[in-house]
């Protein structure tokens, strides 16, 4: 069969049509920036500036608008990085109802009151990678996720020990000292919440993503005021800071793959079939070449907080699991983060080695009580992406907040203004 005899028998006679262009892919969430900034400007022309890459416009919300608890706002248009704009925030109020159990004690189903029992706010920011849709559908979705689970252990919140069965009943008399033993405290409760929040919100992108054939990952930043705590959550490589007259207390903690070397190397160790026989797990000074085989040189493994010496084999040879330091290290050579969300379909470049099992999407809690911190005006509490603390210290932006609040005290908003002057030429977004 000649190639001349398919063409005129299966492929029409003139020139071939064009390629239909491929449909733009439907977007589970439309893109948007934060509800809060709708009908705000920037501190210069936002058309003008995103087409210079230099420019840094930076964006708050309007004026006098205020948010929960004086709470302020800005972000820089990052024209050079994407056409979008990945980072994404949400706050609000938390409107948590009570939940009613049946009469009947063999009666399980609960229902919900109409009424709002206990009340919070909520602050967050997340910064997407791969695309703004994983960080569109987490500022759209967690705080909804969080209200759901909070709302599941709310009578055990406002008990003043969570008793052991939530409907009351009592099996074991002893149950109030088996909770007492094991330091369960209301605060756990809401720490269970939030980690049960962020798990819950990743299965959300996951499903959404794949339904609408979209990629991406964010790292999420939460905080929750609550029956007078505030509530950190952090997964990834955002960063909060309590900034007071006297004194700079870390909120958080990031996330990357240094920090968390050992759970991953650990990970790597017990289902070595995630690496495909393609990377190496053992962490190295640096990467090896054909003359360090047979040499022995300095190694660390999971188990290990320190360093040893190992003869080099062939093995060793291959890319490390880890690889970099500092803002260079990365997780299979693709990944700056070792928590977050979404990054389902994640997989290291023409390869088909997943990152999703690496990445938790479970955060970090700190509790903050701030009925004992006895918080003054002055008290404020920085959220922002690794944009500004790639390039400002805790000092560095402790020191700048301080300054701007001193020399602003005659103004009602300054508490929720646009941050200092000085801030914007450095920061990538808060």
Known sequence: MSADWFRRRFLPRGPL????????????????RPRFLRGSGSSSGTNDASRR???????????????PWNAGYAEIINAEKSEFNEDQAACGKLCIRRCEFGVEEDQEWQTLCSEEF????YWALFDGH??????????????SCLRRQLEAV???????????????????PSDPQFVEEKGIRTEDLVIGALESAFQECDEVIG?????????????????????????????????????????????????????????????????????????????????LKGDDLGQKVLFRDHHMSGWSYKCVEKSDLKYPLIHGQGRQAR?????????????????????????K???????????????????QEEDVVVMATDGLWDVLSNEQVAWLVRSFLLGNREDPHRHGSCHPPNLKSKDQGM
């Open 130 to 143: 791969g695309g703004p849709a994983a960080a569109i559908l987490a500022a759209n979705t967690l705080h």
């Open 53 to 67: 890459p230099d420019a840094r416009p930076v964006r708050s919300p309007v004026r006098g608008r205020s948010l």
């Open 357 to 375: 099992p690496f990445l938790l999407s479970v955060p970090q809690v700190t509790v903050l009580n701030m009925d004992q911190l006895e918080p």
């Open 331 to 355: 997780l299979l050579g693709t990944l700056a983060v070792s928590r977050g969300l979404g990054d389902h379909q994640l997989r290291v470049l023409d390869t088909n080695i997943q990152l």
């Open 207 to 287: 499903r959404e993503l794949e339904a609408s054939g979209q990629v991406g990952g964010c790292t999420a930043l939460v905080a929750v005021s609550l029956k007078g705590k505030l509530y950190v959550a952090n997964a990834g490589d955002s960063r909060a800071i309590l900034v007071r007259r006297d004194e700079v207390r870390p909120l958080s903690s990031e996330f990357t793959p240094e920090t968390e070397r050992q759970r991953i190397q650990q990970l790597a160790f017990i289902y070595p079939e995630l690496l495909a026989g393609e990377f190496t797990r053992l962490e190295f000074p640096r990467r």
């Open 17 to 32: 049509p064009a390629p239909r262009p491929p449909r733009p892919r439907t977007s589970p969430v439309p893109y948007r």
């Open 154 to 172: 709310v009578e055990g919140m406002v008990a003043t020990q969570p008793p052991m069965h939530l409907s009351g009943c009592c099996v074991c």
């Open 118 to 121: 206990l009340t919070g706010h």
